[in-house]
């Protein structure tokens, strides 16, 4: 039984934490840290999970964690915060997975331009392993920092890592047009994220400049080993859950026929139990609330055009941050995910 | 044409004013005032009247709008707020539509009951009328201060009036079950009115106590000339706009056949257009976007059971106020709302 | 192992069935039955389950599902269509827990004047039981034909349940006024369920002539040992999943503060897992996807207001139904659905 | 005044044409038709029209309609069956516009191709003019025959046109990515449309075979002077109504700033009234419900990404359709759309 602290416990991802770990046969979650809520109870912050856990929120500390025997700490504070934190249970030898972006990006002068504000613990950056188990299981096992990857790059990545792995399109042209529900915008009240602005309205945000680019950007670099820079656009759809990742591609040459590509793709994922390449063309509802990834590829006038669904929530955040748990402590991979 | 002044004009109920207004043939918008925003175009705090309207918000100023020969303002402030500006605007001369709670309660200790704080302005309560034109018309055009009514109230009076006129049933007896659209609960960022919050979920809230209940009472106990106290229940439904009432009663003694009863209902509103009484359950998509309120009356078990609906922004607030505007300036009252 | 047949594959509860017998240790699916569909795989009926279910669908054979094992059927056929079948299960020595409205009502003639055919089986309906743990749950341990309880009729007996045994409240004078997601209106199309109706729009169906009043009357009954006669609403609402019903009484005589009312709901569900007496007020959301119904009380001018929430699918269909089974063979009632 | 008649009247072009037309002070519906719906009111079918208009449905009769002196006829009828009758009315002298797809495709063999079908009408589809009032005014002011222009295809061209008519991007590599409201996809009772399979949920469809890309392609190659082929890939989203086009494309050779993209863009619409260049992103709810078609550009990595929003059902059809009547008819281009 792996003891557990949750940091950063009343928001979206936290929440879907609670409710993947309340079921995980091998782990008991031991602390819930908040740094707004006062001594209330947890199931009063997330009245979902009413009788079914009785601890309370803490601010957060690390000796007490220590002390209390966490051997693993799922950071979902925010970036910046997130930073702070780990770096003082890393320090207590507590092994933690940060759902944050902070240890996202190997540079931190990246991290920098993109964030605004410098990577706030460089020492830790070094041997941070990039969570996404699909591409980097071997280091995620032997990982004491896990950086959880984001929603949107998980679409992005594994849609596209088959494709430049394998040298078959045109690095200078890779177009991620995605689409997600409004979960992913987090629990904070913004004007943005009311009701009345989200429903009924769909409308493109951080157009070419949004924070998940150098994510996408460095994981795919690493599959094609050599420099890619994509051109990504986010989208807000009237929906709780899910993300819709439409990828446009241009193969080199003359281009394998349509079963071809999606025989790289079943090759390419295998071994992978949550990355399901179908038929179909995926609707979001059909992987919501599970850890599925799945994924299609169609070929238009010439182009490779992939479409990858997921839940942004799940397997977007807390689903993949329990896989990267399972794979760090020796627990099979779809526990408490399957 | 009338000059007219908005205050208080990011909010959902003065865009919906804003609309209507500039469909007006009567009606010219000189002045839209707002607390929160700076010098910033109209048309920046609502992007869809881009290209319609040319106004900047401005900061209240009632000595300015008298200059500029306003002559009917439209306060979309919240209730206290609202008050203290309408006060300066009449002292002024000119005619007031609020659409705040402010004078909508005649008696001030009910106000402060309900509201927690003391009316404002009781030297002006004492004149203002009660906007709901089907019931209160002839004061409405001589007014000089209409209270606009509140949303949820239309439904529970003007569903009701038919019965508790004519003596049909128990006064006791009388339960509101009211489900609702989120743009009600305005346009502050609050946690309880975030997309992922209100989206797939339905919640009651201010049972037995919310604040639109004694002014239900009020127009009831006017329509009945004798005290009435309703119970009232609201619900929040992942919509953005509409309002449908569910309205249980007890008639006395023998009932007469549904057909009589919905005689009853079509002769009480045989001179109001707004009043739809027609066979089907009319659902809120009907009258969204209008200022139609619809209505048909059920008989189960002897029971009467009423179901009415209604576009909350529009005809439970701003296409009302227009309707109030319209008598009270003389012109047809279906101007620019049909 | 037990092994389970499914009749009736395709659509919601079938589906949400699937979900959670896949989760269960103790329960292998042998057979999943189709009348529409021709021969294809079940994962190819509900994309979902790709990667996660290998059988096909198949026409319904009870030899067949009898030769290959089968002890416990579950029927999500259509009422009239599901006591054919279920009746050749049954004399094959399966147990069945029926979804369908079927064997709900005891008395065949209140079938027939409700549902407007005959019952098609009243032979084993004098044996079956309602599957309604919290109140029959001796019964359904002991059960071979189980008729599994409906969605609105759940909210209301279970939230009126403690009211009426104790003795509490006026019987006349039971108001139920319940809103539902559509998926409760099942997977068959029709043009009041298309997306561009529903949403956007709430609307009153069936009132006063609901196929679940009956339903409701003989288990209120049940617990009152008089007859119950109830006024029921349903009204469909913009989301997936969830009910909430909100239900008006009149208490006898002087009426004990609140907390007390609590405590008689918090006694009279001591020993039920899914039942969560709660202080706040239920919203849809905090039961959805899972067994749970989650009720609270209020007093509203001397009125006793219960307000009760659960998921139509999980707890209303498909969770209830584990709960049966697992009650029938003998499991920890919470299995799979924890 | 112009008698009008509308055919194929119970679904949501149909509707939406209705609410148009019933506020225009040139327009007098004489008859709509309806080939399913027997004599039953147009408010039966419609119910938000209760009280607005008294027509009845009547099944189609060119002679009639003749007779009664309708001058314009508005097919909203089902391709290939719009084509039957829209050359009865053409042969009996009305006008015509036709909001299905019949006669938008010059060449009859491409209508074949991507329809399956032949066109039903090659000697009246020599007279058409493609309905799209921003490239085609001067032929639709002079038409017998206007070919109402597709949702989709009127996003994409208005979004390429600056672009291409002024050389400025390889038209090789235009790529399409829109995303929809379900209404567009009509009111035809389909699995794919229910609520419960739309909600929550997005998904592309039509990947590569959609039938406007055709209509995209040919309005394009106009613009260009030169043959446009382009990639298209529709989404469905969960709304009502909306339709929002992310478009993405290369320029040649260096490219000037964006703030002289702008001012192409804005120069191209200058003298049209429902093409709202702006800054800001535009979301597809400030052109809700008008006939506003908002669009802006960004540069990403070198790339010009356009972002177009409008209604599919008033600017994607029935507004539009009426701009069209505005100009046959000689009425201000605004008249009942402002």
Not at 267 to 282: C, G, K, M, Q
Request: proline share 7%; net charge negative; charged share 20%.
């Amino acid at each position: 039984m792996t003891k557990i602290a949750i940091l950063g416990g009343t928001g979206y991802t936290a929440l879907e934490l609670l409710k993947i770990l309340l079921r995980h046969p091998a782990a008991e979650i031991v602390a819930v840290t908040s740094r707004q809520e006062g001594d209330i109870a947890v199931a009063e912050s997330h009245p979902s999970l009413a009788g079914r856990i009785d601890l309370r929120m803490e601010p957060f500390d690390p000796a007490s964690l220590a002390q209390r025997g966490v051997e693993c700490v799922f950071s979902c504070l925010p970036h910046g915060a997130s930073a702070s934190a780990v770096a003082l249970v890393l320090e207590r030898g507590m092994r933690v997975i940060d759902l944050s972006a902070d240890y996202r990006l190997r540079d931190p002068a990246v991290f920098a331009r993109w964030y605004g504000e410098p990577q706030h613990d460089p020492e830790n950056l070094k041997h941070a392993v990039y969570g996404l188990p699909e591409l980097y299981s071997d280091g995620i096992r032997a990982a004491r920092l896990v950086a959880n990857p984001g929603c949107y790059p998980q679409t992005a990545i594994l849609g596209l890592a088959p494709l430049v792995a394998n040298q078959l399109v045109d690095l200078n042209d890779l177009i991620i047009d995605s689409k997600s529900g409004v979960s992913g915008a987090g629990r904070t009240p913004k004007l943005t994220n009311l009701f009345p602005e989200c429903n009924e309205s769909v409308v493109a945000y951080g157009v070419g400049n949004h924070r998940h680019t150098p994510e996408i950007n460095q994981a795919l670099s690493d599959a094609a080993e050599q420099p890619v820079e994509v051109i990504f656009t986010p989208h807000l759809i009237p929906m709780d859950r899910g993300i819709f990742t439409t990828i446009y591609t241009k193969p080199f040459g003359v281009w394998p026929p349509l079963a071809q590509v999606m025989q790289v793709y079943r090759d390419y994922y295998s071994e992978d139990p949550f990355v399901r390449v179908i038929e179909n063309v995926p609707a979001t509802k059909d992987s919501a609330h599970t850890n599925f990834i799945d994924m299609t590829v169609r070929i238009v006038r010439g182009r490779i055009v992939v479409l990858v669904a997921l839940d942004n929530l799940v397997r977007g955040a807390s689903g993949v941050a329990v896989q990267n748990f399972n794979l760090m402590f020796g627990h099979d991979e779809k526990t408490a995910l399957w």
